[in-house]
Antibody, heavy 117, light 108 residues
Framework: EVQLVESGGGLVQPGGSLRLSCATSGFTFSTYGMNWVRQAPGKRLEWVSYISHSGASIYYADSVKGRFTISRDNAKNSLYLQMNSLRDEDTAIYYC??????????WGQGTLVTVSS | EIVMTQSPATLSVSPGERATLSCRASQGVSSNLAWYQQKPGQAPRLLIYGASTRATGVPARFSGSGSGTEFTLTISSLQSEDFAVYYCQQYNNWPLWTFGQGTKVEIK
């Protein structure tokens, strides 16, 4: 069974940092590109970042470019998102999602990030 | 960026009735269109990909159609477990895959 489990969310002040993790199991992690997708309260889902299976290709949404860093450890079957210089508008549930040729076929349950003073 | 627009925002339907949800893309996305179902407190679940192919385990009462810029998700006979928010998503413009704003299907 494919499983993705996020952790690391919490309350942080504007300008602060957080590191999200996504532990995976049930599939060959090293052969799939992975994404972070977020959902702010009352807003639509928003793609945040993508990393290829090897880590060689990385992309970011303009809204987080220069502040967020995606990475992965294929030996640990884990995906990460380092978030720096956090803003109020980064408040959201953050999901890790597996990329396939047909969309995001598996999602984690999400971790809530709240940026507030 | 391809903008996805869904209508209506809310659809009130009685159990057993048919629901028809619409999704429009600001530019053509071929058949690279997916539908997701999201229930409160849960992650989105992939229902339909390729505009019309049901994902594994999705009941046959869910069907998708369309190509280019106009798409439809139909739920033929609504069950209690189908009341949720539905999102369309284009995956034609990789990696900037974009979502619609969602349609909430509620009990009438």
């Amino acid at each position: 069974e494919v499983q993705l489990v996020e952790s690391g969310g919490g309350l942080v002040q504007p300008g602060g940092s957080l590191r999200l993790s996504c532990a995976t199991s049930g599939f060959t992690f090293s052969t799939y590109g992975m994404n972070w997708v977020r959902q702010a309260p009352g807003k639509r889902l928003e793609w945040v970042s993508y990393i290829s299976h090897s880590g060689a290709s990385i992309y970011y949404a303009d809204s987080v470019k220069g502040r967020f860093t995606i990475s992965r450890d294929n030996a640990k079957n884990s995906l990460y998102l380092q978030m720096n210089s956090l803003r109020d508008e980064d408040t959201a549930i953050y999901y890790c999602a597996r990329a396939s040729q047909t969309g995001y076929d598996y999602w984690g349950q999400g971790t809530l990030v709240t940026v507030s003073s | 960026e391809i903008v996805m627009t869904q209508s209506p925002a809310t659809l009130s339907v009685s159990p057993g009735e048919r629901a028809t949800l619409s999704c429009r893309a600001s530019q053509g996305v071929s058949s690279n269109l997916a539908w997701y179902q999201q229930k409160p407190g849960q992650a989105p679940r992939l229902l339909i990909y390729g505009a019309s192919t049901r994902a594994t385990g999705v009941p046959a009462r869910f069907s998708g159609s369309g190509s280019g810029t106009e798409f439809t998700l139909t739920i033929s006979s609504l069950q209690s477990e189908d009341f949720a928010v539905y999102y369309c998503q284009q995956y034609n413009n990789w990696p900037l895959w974009t979502f619609g704003q969602g349609t909430k299907v509620e009990i009438k």
